[in-house]
């Protein structure tokens, strides 16, 4: 589990489970909010924790819904790999392996920044175990470096990501100066909004764990070996069309992500089950947090669009029972 007690907290009396699986030898932790509605995964992204969501979880218990927030895998040693493989297929099959341990056909899946990555393509490569699919902060996959080379001051913006690629150095200037480094990055990402401490502490905290750190910056360093087998059947699914409802949220002031390589990257034909953008004016890379009434209304209309959204549910439920 984190290094540090979460801010998960119980959500009307409903005291958050801790559930776990097993694979490979590897323990998997999340935490679950049960109820009577579907399923809603959200998975957090880089540098964060679970704590992410302690602002959605609350909107979406009360909404109807059942939620799921797993840990992220390496952001605990109990699913961190020996070999530091955290291959985006392996982070895509790693949710699909999260709605089977539920004993789900599909779930709404949302994912914020590494989460929002990994559920682009879970839902590229899997899309038959997905309702909808909520990205925050991150454009879609499939035209990104088309975009990216019509947005060049991008890569400006992800010097972070070629100096990860270093070995040990990133790892000791994560660790020093009491997170100095997360500290700035979350400031610069998200200008004009200043984190609060209890959210900020947990992600430090669990940055300052080697086994946590190494991992997390493991996840930048299998993106970069592009031509190693394990990327292939996520190039595969990215090109076909996305068949899963898809809703993207960006913050116009977002430091990290340049909010103008989600209009570059989208084409109409790329999603047949159709696309929704919707950007935030004074958010930045961590909107949800920045701007959660805004953000939690646009998620619970969009979810309602799509099947077995949770008020249609109840209502189904209620013309049966008369």
Known sequence: MPTTAPLLAPV??????ILKKICEKRTFSAYYWDGSGPLV????????TVNSFHLMVPALVEAGYRVLVPVMPGYEHSSSDPFNRYFVTDLAEDVVAWVDRMGEDAAHLVGHDWGAVTAWLASAMFPHRFFSMTSIAIPPLKRFGEALQR?????????????????LLPERVIKARDGAFV??????????WPPPE?????????????????????????LTRVFHPRHEQGRRALKLPYQVPCLMITGADDGCMDTRLFE??????????????Y??????????LEKPRQVHAKLLSFLELHPKGAKKLADELARQLG
């Open 264 to 277: 570059l990257g989208m084409r109409e034909a790329d999603f047949m089950a159709g696309a929704e953008l």
């Open 198 to 222: 209890a959210l900020l502490q947990p992600a430090l905290d669990a940055l300052q764990d080697p086994i946590i750190c190494r991992s997390a910056l493991g996840y930048y360093r299998c």
């Open 41 to 48: 995964i959200c998975l957090h992204g880089f540098p964060d």
């Open 151 to 167: 947005c060049p001051s991008q890569l400006l913006k992800s010097w972070y990501m070629g100096f990860f690629q270093l070995p």
């Open 183 to 192: 500290r700035m990055l979350w400031r610069r990402w998200s200008p004009g």
């Open 12 to 17: 009307k009396g409903i005291k958050p489970q």
């Open 279 to 288: 950007r935030l004016m004074g958010a930045g890379h961590f909107c949800h």
